[in-house]
């Protein structure tokens, strides 16, 4: 699938934040997701945070960083999650991340900047940004109009926030029982980088300030503890699979076939393979590793997704539908799914049915910009055209554009039964479109 000139194949696709220069993209898959959440569930316990309220969110980055922007969410670039070693340094990002949200350091920032004469227009970039962290699925963008410099200024942490993070972290991974000590390795990545410019450090060193205080207060406490506990099989499992099909994903085929030989689990080994025949448009070889993938594991629905991705993307509409249908069942409150099983019902030319998918998929997972683009197909081939209307204003609205998003919203209202909840949601755009041509004219 080509989005935004980046070819990633469907389940597996690209979320644009941005359309200026700098702009943060999500890659979004229920897999690695899941994946993320199993590693990130003992922490955000211990810290006190939901594990179903903050989501973690994989950022199309390369390089080492993660982050935070409000409650919701922790941000993580799929660069760090690659070069992770051992799940404890991966958790120990995590870890620190929470600490960031359970001490209120993002809360007190989004304070300060909404009431800085200098952060004009961050307040909705980061209303823009909490939508998307609270919801949203493969292709969902969110635009916002703020210059680099203040979001690199807004995502910077002050030393203080940095060592209480620390500290804060280095107790949850101890409750989780997960080795502190991957704290230790992560500062070691960094070590030696504060004498270097700002320009020349890593992007997790200039939003996570490193002192040798902090080195050796982290040392000293690993140290105090002893030898900690082993690693986690479950952790451990976990972070191959997430590893192994964000690789196959982003790295060269040829490069995932080389490597899969040294894959520790079976069953990750052949859904690397799958993947990788598929990005090189060997249907036949794919279909050889998923059904072996799938006898081995029937119950999987991640890996149910995965053959209906590689069946839709071969246009083999009907068969996708039977195994996303299979997918849903195992895992019927994942909205990724459903959205991918409504998309897939839509193509093989049944919209009333792709319509309750869908529906139900909203419903789980509200701020959805690719799911709203399906729902409008729908729609319109339903006859439905005030809420095909409706949903294109809505889409519009989520990804930032108001200016685009009002004459969709004015057209659903003059459709749709006035005082209706749908007719009510079309005002709320149009009056929030008509709001922002008002600031403009300021």
Known sequence: ????????????TLTPFAAQAQSIRLLRDADIENGLTELARPILTAAGLSPRRVRILVVDDSS???FVIDHRAIFVNYGLILKAETPEMLQAV???EAAHIANGHIGRRIQNMRSASTAAGLGTALGMLAAIAGGGEAGAGVAFGVQSSALRNFLSHTRA????ADRSAIGFLTAAGINPKGMVDLHRIFAGQEALSASSQDPYMRSHPLTRDRMR????????AGDGPATNP????????VQGKLSAFTRAPSWTKRRSSSETYADVKRMRLAVAQHRQHNFGRAQKEMQALLASRPKDAY??????QILYEN???????AAFGTAAKLAPNEPLILASLGRAELAAGNPRAALKTMEKARGLDFRNATLLRDMSLAYAQTKQTGMAALVTAERYALQGRLKDAGPHAKRATGLLAKGSPAWRRAQDVLIAFEQDEKRKQK
């Open 1 to 12: 699938m080509q989005t935004q000139g980046l070819i990633l194949v469907a389940a597996l």
């Open 64 to 66: 080492f960083n993660a």
């Open 94 to 96: 995590l870890a620190h």
């Open 161 to 164: 926030e940095e060592s209480s």
């Open 217 to 224: 207060a982290a040392e000293a406490y690993v140290a105090s």
């Open 234 to 241: 479950e952790a451990a499992y976990w972070l191959a699979r």
């Open 303 to 308: 890996y149910h997704e995965l053959w209906g």
């Open 315 to 321: 246009r083999r509409w009907a068969a996708a539908v």
